[in-house]
C-alpha cells in the first residue's frame, strides 16, 4: 500500500490544513462582514439633498464606491465558497489532489492557496 499512501496527504496532514482553511475562512467571512457593513452604512446616510451639482458627483462617487465594495464582497464571498469546498475535499478524501494530472499538490503551494485544485504544472499549461 505505499503507493496508495504517496497518492494522498496522510490524515494529520489534512488536520493541518484544515486548521490552515479554518483559520483562513474565519478571517474571510470577518472581512465580508465588514465590507457588507459598509455598503449598508453608507446607503443609510442620505439626508435630503439640496439639488446642487455638488451632491451630484457625491452621488457619484458614491455609487461607485458602492459598485466596488460589491466587488469586493463579491470575490471575498467566492473566496470563501472555494474554501469552503477545500473542506468538503478534506472530508471526501481528494483535498490536495491535482484534479488535471492525479497528483498530488505540493505543499508549499496548497500552503499559499489552500483552495487550489491545481498543481503548478498543471496550471502552467493552462497559461
Given at each position: 500500500?505505499?503507493?496508495?499512501?504517496?497518492?494522498?496527504?496522510?490524515?494529520?496532514?489534512?488536520?493541518?490544513?484544515?486548521?490552515?482553511?479554518?483559520?483562513?475562512?474565519?478571517?474571510?467571512?470577518?472581512?465580508?462582514?465588514?465590507?457588507?457593513?459598509?455598503?449598508?452604512?453608507?446607503?443609510?446616510?442620505?439626508?435630503?439633498?439640496?439639488?446642487?451639482?455638488?451632491?451630484?458627483?457625491?452621488?457619484?462617487?458614491?455609487?461607485?464606491?458602492?459598485?466596488?465594495?460589491?466587488?469586493?464582497?463579491?470575490?471575498?464571498q467566492?473566496?470563501?465558497?472555494?474554501?469552503?469546498?477545500?473542506?468538503?475535499r478534506?472530508?471526501?478524501?481528494?483535498?490536495?489532489?491535482?484534479?488535471?494530472?492525479?497528483?498530488?499538490?505540493?505543499?508549499?503551494?496548497?500552503?499559499?492557496?489552500?483552495?487550489?485544485?491545481?498543481?503548478?504544472?498543471?496550471?502552467?499549461?493552462?497559461?
Amino acid at each position: 500500500m505505499d503507493m496508495a499512501e504517496k497518492t494522498r496527504y496522510t490524515d494529520e496532514e489534512l488536520k493541518e490544513f484544515d486548521a490552515l482553511i479554518n483559520e483562513k475562512l474565519d478571517r474571510a467571512k470577518s472581512e465580508l462582514r465588514s465590507l457588507r457593513a459598509s455598503m449598508t452604512r453608507d446607503r443609510g446616510d442620505d439626508t435630503g439633498s439640496t439639488g446642487s451639482s455638488v451632491k451630484t458627483l457625491e452621488d457619484g462617487a458614491d455609487t461607485a464606491e458602492k459598485e466596488q465594495l460589491s466587488q469586493l464582497a463579491g470575490r471575498q464571498q467566492k473566496f470563501i465558497n472555494n474554501l469552503e469546498n477545500a473542506l468538503i475535499r478534506i472530508k471526501n478524501g481528494t483535498y490536495g489532489i491535482c484534479v488535471d494530472t492525479g497528483n498530488l499538490i505540493g505543499k508549499d503551494r496548497l500552503k499559499a492557496v489552500p483552495h487550489t485544485m491545481h498543481s503548478i504544472a498543471a496550471k502552467l499549461k493552462k497559461s
